[in-house]
């Protein structure tokens, strides 16, 4: 009825006032309530860009509400540019409201088979980690694949791991060529991947040497750090205690 409809605007505008009054409170589910109203028009004009600036802050405290709400804005494109990879990175972040992931998987699908390297990347993620959905390490090797086609570094890295972990001959010889390319090339968290696998995998600490020398020298610290340790250790060189000081020096500094 009428008297209803204007009962619950009455209700809304004095929730609206009472979240408002205490939104600078370090209370993040009032502040994302907040955008809640903003973006529904509820007690108040439907306003997108306060909406997003309510969900904002209250995604700086942690709240995974809020996490899925701007997710879907970018998803739908409420007040900002349509954005599929900003809006699997929210979903992602929003924890508990992964099941949306599920629902929507086949769309994410459709618009990364066009060639967006980095949502191809994040779908790799997904189907490695089952954010959503079962794990399915095949699935996660088609998008790793076609993302590291489109030059997206971690991927590389990632499906290298993938093919590391089949423990078959062919499928590791496929991970070290991977590592190898983009070590080669100067990428340097893949040549600390690349050590770590040649330092505990294979117990070649001259090669775990090598390949730690020169990650370090682009300041990478997992590197730095553990070619100290070698150097503590005399693993693939002789005990060098000076060497040891001098990269530790290195990690104080980063």
Same mark, same amino acid.
């Given at each position: 009825?009428?008297?209803?409809?204007?009962?619950?605007?009455?209700?809304?505008?004095?929730?609206?006032?009472?979240?408002?009054?205490?939104?600078?409170?370090?209370?993040?589910? *009032?502040?994302? +309530?907040?955008?809640?109203?903003? &973006?529904?028009? @509820?007690?108040?004009?439907?306003? %997108?860009? /306060? #909406?997003?600036?309510?969900?904002?802050?209250?995604?700086?405290?942690?709240?995974?509400?809020?996490?899925?709400?701007?997710?879907?804005?970018?998803?739908?494109?409420?007040?900002?540019?349509?954005?599929?990879?900003?809006?699997?990175?929210?979903?992602?972040?929003?924890?508990?409201?992964?099941?949306?992931?599920?629902?929507?998987?086949?769309?994410?699908?459709?618009?990364?088979?066009?060639?967006?390297?980095?949502?191809?990347?994040?779908?790799?993620? *997904?189907?490695? +980690?089952?954010?959503?959905?079962? &794990?399915?390490? @095949?699935?996660?090797?088609?998008? %790793?694949? /076609? #993302?590291?086609?489109?030059?997206?570094?971690?991927?590389?890295?990632?499906?290298?791991?993938?093919?590391?972990?089949?423990?078959?001959?062919?499928?590791?010889?496929?991970?070290?060529?991977?590592?190898?390319?983009?070590?080669?090339?100067?990428?340097?968290?893949?040549?600390?991947?690349?050590?770590?696998?040649?330092?505990?995998?294979?117990?070649?600490?001259?090669?775990?040497?090598?390949?730690?020398?020169?990650?370090?020298?682009?300041?990478?610290?997992?590197?730095?750090?553990?070619?100290?340790?070698?150097?503590?250790?005399?693993?693939?060189?002789?005990?060098?205690?000076?060497?040891?000081?001098?990269?530790?020096?290195?990690?104080?500094?980063?």
């Amino acid at each position: 009825s009428h008297t209803y409809h204007i009962h619950l605007q009455i209700l809304y505008i004095t929730a609206y006032n009472y979240y408002f009054e205490s939104a600078e409170k370090d209370d993040c589910e *009032i502040k994302c +309530n907040l955008g809640v109203m903003y &973006k529904k028009g @509820k007690g108040v004009k439907r306003d %997108y860009q /306060k #909406a997003l600036y309510w969900f904002t802050k209250a995604s700086e405290q942690g709240c995974e509400r809020a996490n899925f709400h701007i997710g879907m804005m970018y998803e739908n494109g409420d007040g900002v540019k349509k954005d599929y990879l900003k809006a699997l990175d929210y979903f992602i972040d929003s924890g508990v409201y992964s099941e949306h992931i599920k629902n929507k998987i086949e769309i994410y699908k459709t618009e990364a088979e066009v060639g967006d390297g980095e949502l191809q990347y994040k779908l790799g993620l *997904i189907y490695e +980690n089952g954010i959503g959905i079962r &794990k399915n390490s @095949k699935s996660a090797i088609y998008w %790793y694949e /076609k #993302a590291a086609s489109n030059g997206i570094r971690d991927a590389n890295n990632r499906l290298a791991y993938l093919y590391y972990c089949k423990h078959d001959e062919e499928s590791f010889e496929k991970a070290f060529d991977l590592l190898k390319k983009h070590a080669e090339i100067g990428d340097a968290s893949t040549q600390c991947l690349l050590a770590n696998i040649y330092e505990f995998d294979e117990c070649d600490y001259e090669n775990a040497l090598k390949w730690y020398e020169k990650a370090s020298a682009k300041g990478d610290c997992h590197a730095t750090h553990n070619l100290a340790l070698l150097y503590f250790e005399g693993e693939g060189t002789e005990k060098n205690p000076e060497k040891v000081l001098k990269k530790l020096n290195e990690l104080e500094e980063k």
